[in-house]
């Protein structure tokens, strides 16, 4: 699981932290409540988190044989 923080000015994306910037919810946290500071809503700036959920699953030597 990561959190990935948008930040756009006059509804045009400006930029987005990467997922491996923000890996628990505490970090997205301090940093969304820093970004609100930093870019003001009454200036344009629009911010959004996202908490993304990633799975894998482990792959057996039969699935891993490509010329089946």
């Known amino acids: 699981m990561f959190y990935e923080i948008n930040v756009s000015l006059y509804g045009k994306h400006l930029f987005a932290t990467h997922q491996r910037s923000l890996c628990t919810l505490a970090d997205?946290?301090?940093l969304y409540f820093m970004f609100k500071e930093k870019f003001p809503e009454?200036?344009?700036?629009?911010?959004?988190?996202?908490?993304?959920?990633?799975t894998g699953e482990y792959l057996d030597e039969a699935e891993l044989d490509c010329d089946e």
């Open 42 to 54: 009454e200036e344009g700036f629009k911010i959004s988190v996202k908490r993304e959920q990633v």
């Open 28 to 30: 997205a946290s301090n």
